[in-house]
């Protein structure tokens, strides 16, 4: 999938937007601006059938949950960046104390994830699911960004890369996003 392709066509609409978007969050009011952005169309398909059985297939995960580690990793901005810097990606290792994790989103009500953090951190569920057989097996570690990111560009051009490095480096055949 590459949708490099649709950027130039994106970005202008995208510059016009933050401008209409900046009097509404000025005044705190992000639905609204929210509620006139220009969404982002790529031009391939996200998903992909997997080549051999998901008890043989290594799986690696990311979620949008703005997680950090407390003490050990610097917490995330909870306001989106509307400029072209890259997110940045926090690592979360399978066998982290969930204790010391905390949210730094500040875009989705956290009541739930407090409750459960499998809704959006499944790691217990998908231990449980290797143990079973019905996964092959898992990344040892997490990959953890904010998932409000309104500018693709970075997230196309320096993200997603980055993303899919890690995950060849830690052999991983398959990717599930986890969005919050």
Same mark, same amino acid.
């Given at each position: 999938?590459? !949708?490099? =392709? ?5 970005? #202008? ?5 933050? *401008?209409?978007?900046? +009097? ?13 952005? $220009?969404?982002? =169309?790529?031009?391939? !398909? $996200? ?22 580690? /407390? ?6 901005? +909870? &306001? +989106?960046? &509307? !400029?072209?810097?890259? +997110?940045?990606?926090?690592?979360? $290792?399978? @066998? ?7 949210? @730094? ?9 407090? *409750? @459960?953090?499998?809704?959006?951190? $499944?790691? !217990? ?8 057989? *019905?996964?092959?097996?898992?990344? #040892? ?12 560009? #970075?997230?196309? /051009?320096?993200?997603? #890369?980055?993303?899919?490095?890690? &995950?060849?480096? @830690? =052999? ?9």
């Amino acid at each position: 999938m590459n !949708d490099r =392709s649709a950027l130039p066509a994106w970005q #202008p609409k995208f510059s016009d937007w933050v *401008e209409a978007a900046k +009097p509404f969050m000025a005044k705190g009011k992000a639905k609204e601006a929210f509620g006139i952005y $220009p969404w982002f =169309s790529g031009k391939g !398909d $996200p998903f992909a059938r997997l080549s051999k059985p998901a008890s043989e297939t290594r799986f690696g995960l990311i979620t949008t949950g703005g997680y950090s580690i /407390e003490g050990e990793q610097e917490p995330f901005s +909870p &306001f +989106p960046s &509307f !400029d072209a810097t890259p +997110p940045r990606i926090n690592t979360i $290792p399978l @066998d982290v104390d969930r204790t010391k994790l905390r949210i @730094d989103h500040a875009g989705y009500d956290h009541r739930f994830a407090e *409750e @459960d953090i499998n809704c959006n951190l $499944p790691l !217990d569920r998908l231990l449980e699911m290797q143990e079973a057989g *019905e996964i092959g097996s898992i990344a #040892p570690d997490t990959q953890v960004v904010m998932g409000l990111q309104p500018n693709v560009t #970075p997230l196309i /051009e320096a993200l997603i #890369p980055e993303l899919v490095a890690r &995950f060849k480096s @830690d =052999s991983v055949e398959a990717a599930l996003l986890v969005p919050s």
